[in-house]
């Protein structure tokens, strides 16, 4: 899989794009600390998301992960804000 980082385009992989609102835009783009799966995933998330437009590429992987990180683990704070994020998925 490549991304072209230029057009946010990752090859070989069906794009979809969705459109946040602005709950689901602040959740996505809070600034993350730490280096753990979940703030890896919101870092790939938030580069992703073409601000102009409000639309977030998501791929397969990202639907897996998300949904992963979002309902198979202990509930708290991270989970919730991808359940924020996952409504629009």
Same mark, same amino acid.
């Given at each position: 899989?490549?991304?072209? +980082? $230029?057009?946010? #385009? #990752?090859? !070989? +992989?069906?794009?979809? /794009?969705? +459109? $946040?609102?602005? *709950?689901?835009?602040?959740? $996505? $783009?809070?600034?993350?600390?730490?280096?753990?799966?979940?703030?890896?995933?919101?870092?790939?998330?938030?580069?992703? /998301?073409?601000? !102009?437009?409000?639309?977030?590429? +998501?791929?397969? *992987? *990202?639907?897996? *992960?998300?949904?992963?990180?979002?309902?198979?683990?202990?509930?708290?704070?991270?989970?919730?804000?991808?359940?924020?994020?996952?409504?629009?998925?």
């Amino acid at each position: 899989m490549f991304k072209d +980082v $230029l057009t946010g #385009i #990752i090859r !070989g +992989v069906p794009n979809r /794009y969705i +459109v $946040l609102n602005e *709950d689901e835009r602040a959740t $996505l $783009l809070k600034r993350q600390k730490g280096t753990g799966g979940f703030q890896s995933l919101m870092r790939r998330l938030q580069a992703q /998301y073409r601000n !102009g437009t409000q639309e977030l590429l +998501v791929t397969d *992987d *990202d639907l897996t *992960d998300v949904q992963s990180y979002a309902f198979d683990y202990k509930q708290g704070g991270w989970e919730n804000d991808l359940k924020t994020i996952s409504n629009e998925l």
